[in-house]
Every structure is written in C-alpha cells, then in structure tokens.
C-alpha cells in the first residue's frame, strides 16, 4: 500500500474522532426545569396514561431536588406509576424504599395501602388460574401477600381511610385462600387421589374455618372418606355437614362445579 494512501486513512480516521468530539451531545428538554414544573410535567404524563416518562421526570426530579417535599411525592408517584404498568417487581421495590426512607410521613399509610393492592392484582398470582391449568402447581403467594399487607395497615393505622377497603379485600382474600385450598381438593378428587383430596379438604376448614368455602371443603371431605373405604369417618362427616349445610345444593350436583371459582371479584 502506498505510503501516502496510509498517511490519508490515518487522517481520515483522525479527523472522524474529531467530528465526533464536535458534535453535540443529545439536549435534555428538562435541564432548567425547575421542581414544580418536572413535577407538573410528569403528573400531566401520568394523567394522560404515559407512564414511562412520568416515571423519568419523576425519577430527575427526586435526583436534582432530592430534600423537597416534591421528591418525597415524586418517589409515591413513581410506586404507582409501576402499578399501574402492572410491573410487580418495580412497584414493590419504590414501596419498600419510601418506607424505609420514611416510616413517619403523613401519607405512609397509602404505601402500606398500594403495597396490598400491587398483591392483589398480581397477574401471575390464583386469581388468574386457567380451567386447563393444574391448580396444584400454582403458588397463592401473592394473595397471602396482599392480605398481610392489608392486615398490617390495619393494625399499624386503624384509623386511615384507606382501612375499611383493606379489610374488605382482607375478608375476601381469606374466602379465596380457601377456595383455592378447595379448588385444589376438588382436582384431586375428580382424578382418584382420594386421601390428597381428603388433606387438602381439611386444611382447607382448619386453616379458615368461618370461609364460605367449608360447605364445599366439608362435601369433598366427605365424599373422599368415602371413596377411601373410611364409613365412620365419612358418616360422622356426612352429620356434620347435613347439620351446618341442610339445604346445600351439593349433594344434588357433586363436587365439580361447572364455572371457575375464580371469577368472584
């Protein structure tokens, strides 16, 4: 190759990281914005469904002002940004950090609030379980998860107002815990393995033994003692449940029911 063919590619290459020392970096809109207007701003973005960069001028808000009371909102904001985007680990994360940062601020009761509802409409929690799917393998943890959230708002503020809701969803999240245990019992017992059924069924009255569920919990129990061989405990079951339950539906129509449980709420 030519000496001065060489001589011009280092040039070139030369003059190339030059340019590009010259050229501008990306402008940021919100360099000057002050507190109030990132805080505006990103409340507009939320308002208007767009998360994502209500989230970033929340997140450069709390980094520039991080001493004012619009980053302490800023970071409750950011928390219900990422519940609203259904994005579980994030809103959960920004929750647990306001706490800890600040344990005795007027309006920590919310977090505590959020923190239930952030469980509660989990996405991968019972509440989505499929008809097809093996109910078996599905974990209720997030739904025990909401209701100790709930529960320790409760105790912690008993006088918020976002308590009577807490306890609401608390007495339908112990109904649920059940019919899950239920629902699981009732798999059991449609595929023969009788005596899981049987567990699952009294785990089911002992764990939650004001729930709803336990008509259904006690009839499984009595139908697998049943199948099992086990007459006097299936008879002694059988008075039970005809002396809590004289007027159940299930004797008539069995353990399987015909619409998902889960669709309650």
């Keep these: 190759m030519p000496k001065y063919f060489s001589k011009l590619l280092v040039l070139a290459f030369v003059f190339s990281l030059t340019a590009c020392g010259l050229l501008p970096d990306k402008i940021d809109e919100t360099a000057n914005w002050s507190a109030s207007r990132l805080y505006s701003e990103a409340k507009d973005e939320m308002d208007q469904g767009g998360f994502d960069k209500a989230i970033d001028y929340y997140q450069k808000l709390e980094s520039r002002y991080p001493f004012g009371t619009y980053a302490q909102q800023a970071q409750m904001n950011i928390a219900y940004a990422y519940y609203r985007q259904s994005d579980q680990p994030q809103a959960i994360a920004a929750i647990e950090r306001f706490i800890k940062l600040h344990p005795n601020h007027p309006n920590v009761d919310y977090m505590y609030y959020l923190r239930g509802l952030v469980y509660f409409n989990d996405k991968s929690s019972i ?110 079951t059988a008075r039970i449940f005809n002396t809590n339950y004289p007027n159940s539906s299930y004797p008539s129509g069995g353990p399987v029911k015909k619409n998902p449980w889960w669709k309650i709420w």
Excluded at 182 to 196: D, I, N, S
Aim: net charge negative.
């Design 127 to 236: 509440f989505d379980v499929l008809t097809k799917e093996d109910p078996s393998e599905r974990d209720p943890k997030s739904v025990r998860d909401a209701f100790d959230s709930f529960k320790l708002l409760a105790e912690k503020f008993p006088d918020s107002s976002y308590t009577p809701d807490a306890i609401a969803r608390m007495k339908y999240l112990v109904n649920s815990m059940a019919q899950y245990d239920v629902h699981v019992a009732e798999y059991y017992y449609r595929r023969g393995a009788y005596l899981a059924a049987a567990a699952r069924a009294q785990a089911a009255i002992k764990d939650y033994p004001q729930a709803p569920a336990n008509e259904e919990a006690l009839f499984i129990l009595m139908n697998s003692y049943g199948a099992l061989g086990q007459i006097q405990l299936h008879d002694d």
